[in-house]
Structure formats: C-alpha cells, structure tokens
C-alpha cells in the first residue's frame, strides 16, 4: 500500500523524551488508525481519528496523543508516561465516511521504537 | 469491548497440504471480519474479509468462512505454498460511529515445508 508512508523507520527514545512518529496518507482516505504490535501478539489499537479535528482513544490510549489537522496526516507522538514504550508501531487507513458498512484497512510499514 | 481468540499459535504444513485458522468473537454486534498476512518485519497485508452477511467468501487458493450463532470464523489456504509462511491475523470489527475498531487475534505462525 504505498499510499500510506510512516517516518522514520527506527526510532530511539532516551528516557524522559517525546518522541513523535509521522503517517502521511495520500489515498484521500477519511479514517486514520494507530496500532502497536509488540512480539507474539496481535495489533491493539492506540488511538482512531474518523475526521479531521477529531479522534477517538483506543484500547491502549494512555501515554499517547495524537492530532488531526490534516485529512493526510495523523502524527503519534510517544509520551515519557508510556513507560514501555518498545514496540513496533502501524498506522492505518480507510474510507469510512457516507459508507454503509466496515471499510478495510491498509496499512504502513511501521516505525520500529526502542529505548536507549 | 470485543474480544478475539485465535488458533492454533503455530501452524506447519507440507507443501500442497491444505491449512486452517481458526477465530472466535465475543461481540454479536461485530460485523466485518478481515484477514491479515505479515511477513517478518513488514505490514500486515488485507487477504480477505467478510462481512456478516455472507456465510462463505473464496478468492483462488483462501476461503473465509463465518457462522454468526457461533461468533466463529475460519480460514482455509488450500495447495500451500512456500510463499504462503507468515504469520496471519484475523481480526473483528464493529461500526462506530462512521469509523471502525478493529480487534485483532493473537496470530497464527504458519509454516509451509517443501
């Protein structure tokens, strides 16, 4: 899916530092997602945004913020209150709006985050 | 919320061997069901889905199937292949407010042997 660019590819964070990860989507697409996926588990979701200027949490929200001012970009930022923050973060969209049912999502390449 | 459960773990076929994956979901609202395939280090990429309203979705050689009484569904790889070893996710979806939450399943390691 190369509509939809995450950077950078790693990213180290040292302790008590902000670090926020891009996803650029040029597939006119109106939801963006973010998941972490960590090793043997499935995707969790972070944080979902339908619209621009509005975003929901997800299941996993707390140490995370998220923004929305562009339909084609939707940034991460990775808080010093996420105390684990290692993982290997997705960003995802899809059409959603004015759609009858469920969209799918397609998904970047990742950001892959460690502590230094 | 919605919860998933997904088996087995580990899978391991011999080439041509037919390979099935199976899911559970806790939410009778979920109404979308995706499939998701991972090779080591890259994006999940969408195989298949369904939705709530079909019992049964083929493309080639990967079949979905739902039972909605059950809340489970499966998918079947038919003739594996080598290319076909990675790890597959299924995941279920309920409509929120014009967007939609994914919960995805733990994964299945397949492994496809010559």
């Known amino acids: 899916d190369g509509g939809i660019t995450q950077s950078p590819k790693y990213l180290f964070r040292k302790e008590g530092q902000n670090v926020t990860l891009s996803c650029e989507q040029n597939?006119?697409?109106?939801?963006m997602y973010w998941y972490r996926q960590d090793p043997g588990q499935g995707l969790r979701l972070i944080y979902y945004?339908?619209?621009?200027?509005?975003?929901q949490k997800g299941d996993i929200a707390e140490g995370y913020s998220v923004s929305r001012e562009k339909k084609e970009s939707f940034p991460l930022t990775v808080t010093s209150a996420q105390k684990n923050p290692t993982a290997f973060y997705l960003c995802?969209?899809?059409?959603?709006?004015?759609?009858?049912?469920?969209?799918?999502?397609?998904f970047g390449d990742g950001t892959r985050l460690s502590i230094l | 919320g919605e919860n998933v459960e997904q088996h087995p773990s580990t899978l391991s076929v011999q080439e041509g061997d037919s390979a099935v994956i199976k899911c559970t979901y806790s939410?009778?609202?979920?109404?979308?069901f995706p499939w998701y395939k991972q090779e080591l280090g890259k994006r999940p990429q969408l195989i298949i889905d369904?939705?709530?309203?079909?019992g049964e979705k083929k493309d080639q050689r990967i079949a979905v199937t739902l039972n909605k009484t059950a809340k489970h569904f499966s998918l079947h790889i038919t003739e594996t292949q080598p290319e076909d070893s990675a790890v597959y996710f299924c995941?279920?979806?309920?409509?929120?407010?014009?967007?939609?939450?994914?919960?995805f399943g733990t994964g299945t390691q397949l492994k496809v042997e010559l």
């Open positions: 995802a969209s899809s059409i959603d709006r004015d759609r009858p049912s469920n969209q799918p999502q397609h």
């Open positions: 597939l006119n697409h109106d939801a």
């Open positions: 945004s339908q619209i621009v200027n509005d975003f």
């Open positions: 939410d009778s609202a979920s109404n979308y």
């Open positions: 369904i939705r709530s309203n079909v």
């Open positions: 995941a279920a979806s309920i409509r929120s407010g014009g967007g939609n939450k994914l919960t």
